[in-house]
């Protein structure tokens, strides 16, 4: 399994931002796919995550409600549309997978992830 992660960049605040990540090498609904977000002196924090097997989707507190994750099983990637991005967003941005035998499940606390992405930077600035 590899993830290419991209879409990050430069935005104002309360801009909008999306992220792809695209899997390769599995097509099998039987895992999650988290995105995760670490900042400068900051702990890596789970953002959003969605579950292959029925779309079952969690999101951090802060960001729920501005944020969606959705995939596109025909072309094996998931999005991460950010919007209203504050200055608390910034950050190397990644996506990551982790098998689950197709059950339906996912955790945004969970850092398990057997396979990441290399990040994709996106910076909040006026």
């Known amino acids: 399994v590899q993830l290419q992660a991209s879409g990050g960049g430069l935005v104002q605040p309360g801009g909008s931002l999306n992220l792809s990540c695209v899997i390769s090498?599995?097509?099998?609904?039987?895992?999650?796919i988290g995105w995760f977000r670490q900042a400068p002196r900051k702990q890596r924090e789970g953002v959003s995550c969605?579950?292959?097997?029925?779309?079952?989707?969690h999101y951090l507190s802060s960001v729920r409600g501005r944020f969606i994750i959705s995939r596109d099983k025909a072309v094996n990637t998931y999005y991460l549309q950010m919007k209203n991005l504050t200055p608390d967003d910034p950050g190397w941005y990644y996506c990551?997978?982790?098998?689950?035998?197709?059950?339906?499940?996912?955790?945004?606390?969970?850092?398990?992830?057997?396979?990441w992405g290399k990040g994709t930077q996106v910076t909040v600035s006026s």
């Open positions: 969605m579950a292959s097997s029925d779309g079952t989707s």
């Open positions: 090498g599995h097509n099998k609904d039987d895992y999650f």
């Open positions: 990551a997978w982790v098998y689950t035998g197709g059950t339906s499940w996912c955790d945004v606390t969970y850092f398990g992830m057997t396979v």
